[in-house]
């Protein structure tokens, strides 16, 4: 094989496809301890000024107060009704399970400005809008699809005898979901806690159109973006990167190394 | 064994919570939008009603098609730009690395779906301004300024930062689980390094390359803040149109037409694409 030249090639050219996508969340790291108002190269001295802004800036403290709770609140409830989906699709079989299960599935595949719109209506309809349990219910919609896919793979791995046995044993059905089912999947169940939480803390389309004055943390860099160029949204951005990083490699973490432990 | 009612008690607190949630929050806003498409609005007020007024004035209206045709032209070419772009990685990353390493490069490039579009754009538009990051470093070499901003090209760049990283991870996913001896097969019986991909990889994969495609044009179609920030929205696409008729105009119904249309476009072209990528190549029994 014409191995080493091609080899080199190619290494130099996945090394430019991860630049391109790293490249955007690298310079927000580095803009964010930079003096310049309009940053750019060579760069300007080093400051936290930014950092010290969003820090002094009571508006950014309501949003990241906001934000929590909605990731916190989409998280929980995400992860239940997951819970719930994935073990009757684990457990059951009945007629119209195809439409059952499309109906967890379907929503991540319209964009999101479509079901920002369909929200907003709907909500108000009802009088729920304008709240931030209205983005707490919409992100739930969102985010239900990828907790159930997380749950019903570690459910994959569960022996279907061990429930029976439980049964055999003299337990419930009750008691074998809380002695057996529920412990089993208690790594997926974190894991999803974790993902769910990171997609609802940045997802801003849905969020800005049903929140009204309730703002979170994207809704804020929107505003900020929208008037003009502000580095005050790096140092925001960064803090926004580590909160999602540190969630998902939790999520990574928890779910892989059971995963690993479940096989050896 | 138990009582039948018992059963169903507990078979239902799992099946229940979801068809719920998902009709009350999923279902109903979805039809709710499509009724509205036929409501009126009188004195900034949206009134119940059954008429065609709103479809009316959107599908007769040239900037709504010229929006449309653009929206539909822009996210086909960033599809097939991430396609591209990515199939090099992707078969590198398939056939050339070990298997330790294609696991870390799929979890590396799963990072960027978590964390902020909206700041990896804000990134974007320093790094191309005029006297941004870019156009800085080309002054070294002499080239430049060029105008990214507000171009097709800033456009593209942002829904590459959606997509790229998706097509990569799923293309590698496809290749990867090729059966190897196959591709092997080929070499051994001459057949020369393109002619494999061309003959032999890319057929095989075809149903993985057909959804990972059909996902990246969903992705910029749907998508308002590449257009937005880095296009300039000059030529506003439909989410740009949903968002200003919308947020400024009180305009749901007519909104709600131009979400209709791009649902109705999304569904069509993902049928093509699944009928497209479960068709049994030609001569295949």
Redo the contacts between chains.
């Keep these: 094989m014409q191995g080493r030249g091609l ?1 080199i090639i ?2 130099v ?2 090394a430019l ?2 630049t ?6 690298f ?2 790291l580095v ?1 964010s301890f930079n003096s310049q108002r ?5 760069l300007g001295e080093f400051s936290t000024e930014w950092y010290a802004k969003i820090l002094t800036d009571p508006d950014i403290w309501q949003a990241v107060r906001n934000s929590v709770i909605v990731s916190v609140s989409t998280a929980l409830l995400a992860t ?2 997951g819970f ?2 994935a ?2 699709d684990f ?2 079989n009945f007629r119209f399970k195809g439409p ?1 299960l499309a ?2 599935l ?2 991540p ?7 920002a ?7 108000s ?1 009802l009088g729920l809008s304008g709240q931030l349990w209205s983005i707490i ?2 992100h ?2 969102l985010t ?1 699809p990828f907790a159930m896919a997380i749950i019903r793979l570690r459910l994959h791995q569960m022996d279907p005898d061990l429930e029976a046995a439980a049964w055999n044993l003299g337990g419930t ?2 008691q074998a979901m809380r002695h057996v089912i529920v412990p089993f999947c208690m790594p997926a169940i974190v894991s999803s806690l974790c ?1 769910t939480a ?2 609802s803390f ?1 997802e ?2 849905v969020a800005w ?1 049903v929140s009204g004055l309730n703002k979170t943390v ?1 809704i804020v ?2 505003e900020i ?1 929208q008037g003009n ?1 502000d580095p005050q ?2 140092a ?2 960064t803090f ?2 580590l909160t ?2 540190t ?2 490699v939790a999520a ?1 973490v928890i779910f892989i190394s059971r995963q690993i432990k479940s096989h050896s | 064994m138990s009582a039948k009612h018992k ?1 169903d008690l ?2 239902l ?3 229940l ?3 719920l ?3 009350i ?6 039809l ?2 499509i009724a ?1 498409s036929f409501f009126v609005v009188k004195n900034y007020r949206m009134t119940e009603a059954f008429e065609f007024v709103n479809w009316q004035r959107m599908l007769t209206r040239g900037y709504f098609w010229d929006s449309y045709w653009y929206t539909v032209f822009i996210a086909s070419l960033s599809a097939a730009i991430a396609m591209f ?2 199939f ?2 992707a ?3 398939a056939f ?1 690395a070990s298997e330790n390493l294609r696991r870390w ?1 799929v ?6 779906f ?14 191309l ?1 005029e ?3 870019l156009n ?2 080309l002054g070294y070499v002499g080239l430049g300024p060029y105008k990214m901003l507000n171009t097709h090209f800033g456009t593209i760049v942002g829904y ?2 959606l997509t ?2 998706l097509a ?1 991870i799923l293309q590698t996913v496809t290749m990867a689980n090729i059966d190897k001896t196959l591709v092997e097969a080929a070499r051994n019986l001459g057949c020369k390094p393109l002619a494999t991909i061309w003959r032999v990889v890319l057929p095989l994969s075809k149903t993985g390359f057909v959804v990972t495609a059909l996902f990246c044009f ?1 992705l910029a ?4 803040v590449a257009p937005f ?1 880095l296009g300039g929205s000059q030529e506003p696409t439909l ?1 740009i149109l ?2 200003d008729t ?1 947020k400024s105009g009180q305009q ?1 119904p007519r ?2 037409v131009v ?1 209709i249309m ?2 109705l476009t ?1 569904f069509a072209v ?1 049928f093509t694409a699944i009928v497209l990528a479960y068709r049994k190549p030609k001569g295949a029994r």
């Design positions: 080899n190619l290494g050219y996945v496809i991860f391109f996508v790293f490249a955007p969340i310079f927000s803009f309009f940053p750019t190269i060579p239940t009704l719930c989906t073990y009757t457990r059951y059952y109906l967890i379907l929503p595949t319209i964009p999101l400005i479509i079901m719109l369909a929200m907003l209506a709907w909500l309809r219910m919409a739930s919609v239900a059905e009750w993902l990171a997609v940045d801003f389309a159109f994207p860099i929107l973006v160029i949204v790096n925001i951005g926004v990167f999602s990083m969630l998902v990574q | 059963i507990y078979a607190t799992w099946r919570p979801i068809i949630w998902q009709l929050f999923f279902v109903g806003p979805v709710f939008m509205i772009l990515a090099p990685a078969w590198a990353l050339r490069a979890f590396l490039l799963i990072i960027p978590f964390t902020s579009y909206l700041v990896r754009t804000f990134s974007w538009y320093v790094i301004a006297s941004g990051v800085a470093m590459l930062t790229l990283p990569v969903i179609f749907g998508d308002f920030y989410p949903i968002l919308t749901w909104a709600a979400a791009m649902m999304l993902a």
